[in-house]
């Protein structure tokens, strides 16, 4: 395989990366302050350390990483359907990752990928654990957690610290 195939390969994982910091993102600021909002942001950062990763690598091989990302699909505002839409996310990053070690002979390169694709699987486990948990709480419960914080830049703007 030679340099250009990869970096395509590299470049198709930068662009899911950037959909998944895109999406986790939005979902964070849409569900509020809670543990999930937290979870949500703190797989983003990883996913931003993922793109770091990949773009130097694409570098390395002499290409141009790209700043492109899938459409995006945001339907669902529910914490159940975010969570559903996230544990999608890392599933498909998982299996194009698998695709991307087998055909990929560069043995570094494929150590990064595997690293990546172990992370993914935890981000897997952790949202498809979060959804699990969400069914078990009541619906009181889950208007809380959907609920917006009170603290936000706008209350801040308008003096709503005090």
Same mark, same amino acid.
Request: charge should be negative; glycine fraction near 4%.
């Given at each position: 395989m030679n340099n250009e195939e990869v970096i395509k390969m590299l470049n198709a994982d930068i662009t899911g990366?950037?959909?998944?910091?895109?999406?986790y993102l939005r979902h964070q600021f849409v569900c509020g302050v809670c543990e999930i909002s937290h979870t949500m942001e703190e797989t983003a950062m990883d996913e931003m350390r993922h793109v770091e990763w990949l773009s130097e690598t694409v570098v390395d091989l002499g290409g141009i990483p790209t700043i492109e990302h899938a *459409? $995006?699909?945001?339907? !669902? /505002?529910?914490?159940?359907a975010m969570l559903k839409r996230d544990v999608g996310l890392e599933e498909s990053a998982?299996?194009?990752?698998?695709e991307h070690i087998d055909a990929i002979t560069d043995?570094?390169?494929?150590?990064?990928?595997?690293?990546i694709m172990n992370e993914e699987i935890e981000?897997?486990?952790?949202?498809?654990?979060?959804?699990? *948990? $969400?069914?078990?709480? !009541? /619906?009181?419960?889950?208007?809380?957690?959907?609920?917006?914080?009170?603290?936000t830049v706008g209350s801040l703007k308008e003096g709503g610290d005090k």
């Open positions: 990366e950037i959909e998944a910091i895109l999406t *459409e $995006l699909h945001l339907e !669902g /505002e529910d914490l159940p998982i299996k194009q990752y698998e043995p570094k390169i494929r150590r990064l990928l595997k690293k981000h897997q486990e952790e949202f498809s654990e979060k959804l699990h *948990e $969400l069914s078990f709480i !009541g /619906e009181e419960s889950k208007q809380e957690i959907n609920e917006k914080p009170e603290l």
